[in-house]
């Protein structure tokens, strides 16, 4: 069985406290990450025609958010291995934020996907996988109510950024509205200050008691440590091919799908041009016959 099932392990968790602000925290960040995606959907038709573009191309502008959010998420569990869940969301805030900032001033479709897909997406990531974990490490008898209560973050999100986003785009447009989202989304630099880290406090004497260790036994710690090394290596090796699969997975999926939307675009102007032809054709035919009924009337 995984520690997380026996039971709390170097430490115990306070399961309240400061755990709460770290609730509300995670409530924001994601909130943020499953909502957006979603919400963004209003501004859609004001794209389409600011743009010129298809509907289809518009589309693909959350897809690839939600590509580049769950795909990313080996690569921030690493981090948070390594760093923390503190930095990781306050770069996920900084990054998402940025790239709705950097949205309010893009000319093209193409670079909506750069900023709101791939920039503003791993933005997300850094704040959806953190916010999970940094949860368990506070609570332990709590923790389905925490983690429920931090859930509910994304339905709540949901019902009020449809209605804010419909709201912001009647008064300021597209491109004010995705000022102004990227300034909320800065908020998830907050909420991760709030994860304040918890875990077992190295002791002196622990740290003595490894010197004398390591003096006396030489070279056999010195292989043991080799050993752990290798054990590290072993663990990070899977998630580091996970990650590679996961992401070339992804990359497959959106160049197909990219494909298969240039050529249904081929063929919708394929089909207007037919039409356009057709009703030129069919224009002097209607003239011709107007003048005809004109003549025979006179």
């Keep these: 069985m995984s520690p997380s099932n026996e039971g709390p392990v170097g430490y115990a968790p306070p399961d309240g406290g400061w755990g709460w602000a770290v609730v509300a925290g995670a409530f924001i960040s994601i909130g943020f990450s499953c909502a957006l995606g979603k919400s963004i959907s209003v501004f859609y038709k004001e794209i389409e025609d600011t743009f010129n573009t298809s509907t289809?191309?518009?589309s693909?502008?959350?897809?690839?958010?939600?590509?580049?959010?769950y795909g990313g998420g080996p690569i921030s569990s690493i981090l948070v291995n390594k760093y923390g869940s503190r930095p990781v969301i306050?770069?996920?805030?900084?990054?998402?934020?940025?790239g709705l900032i950097a949205a309010s001033f893009c000319n093209t479709v193409q670079e909506l996907y750069l900023c709101i897909g791939v920039?503003?997406?791993?933005?997300?990531?850094?704040?959806?996988?953190?916010?999970?974990?940094?949860?368990?490490?506070?609570?332990?008898?709590?923790?389905?109510?925490?983690?429920?209560l931090a859930m509910a973050g994304s339905p709540v999100l949901l019902s009020a950024l449809a209605p804010l986003n419909q709201a912001l785009?009647?008064?300021?447009?597209?491109?004010?509205?995705?000022?102004?989202?990227?300034?909320c989304l800065l908020n998830c630099c907050v909420a991760g200050a709030l994860m304040r880290p918890i875990g077992s406090k190295p002791?002196?004497?622990?740290?003595?008691?490894?010197?004398?260790?390591?003096?006396?036994?030489?070279?056999?710690?010195?292989?043991?440590g080799a050993g752990r090394l290798n054990d590290m290596y072993g663990d990070y090796k899977y998630t580091y091919w996970a990650s590679g699969v996961?992401?070339?997975i992804a990359g497959i999926y959106l160049f197909v799908g990219m494909g298969i939307n240039y050529r249904l675009e081929a063929k919708e102007q394929k089909a207007e041009e037919k039409q356009k032809k057709e009703s030129k054709e069919e224009q002097p035919k209607e003239v011709t016959e107007a003048a005809g009924s004109r003549g025979c009337s006179m």
């Design 56 to 58: 289809s191309e518009v």
């Design 169 to 183: 785009f009647d008064m300021f447009g597209c491109r004010g509205s995705f000022l102004i989202l990227g300034g």
């Design 246 to 248: 996961i992401l070339i």
């Design 203 to 224: 002791n002196n004497t622990g740290k003595d008691r490894c010197k004398k260790s390591f003096q006396k036994t030489g070279k056999s710690d010195a292989k043991k």
């Design 90 to 98: 306050i770069v996920g805030g900084c990054l998402s934020g940025c």
């Design 60 to 69: 693909w502008i959350s897809s690839m958010m939600f590509a580049v959010m």
């Design 119 to 148: 920039i503003g997406g791993l933005g997300l990531a850094f704040n959806l996988n953190p916010a999970l974990t940094v949860i368990g490490k506070y609570f332990y008898k709590r923790r389905p109510l925490a983690n429920g």
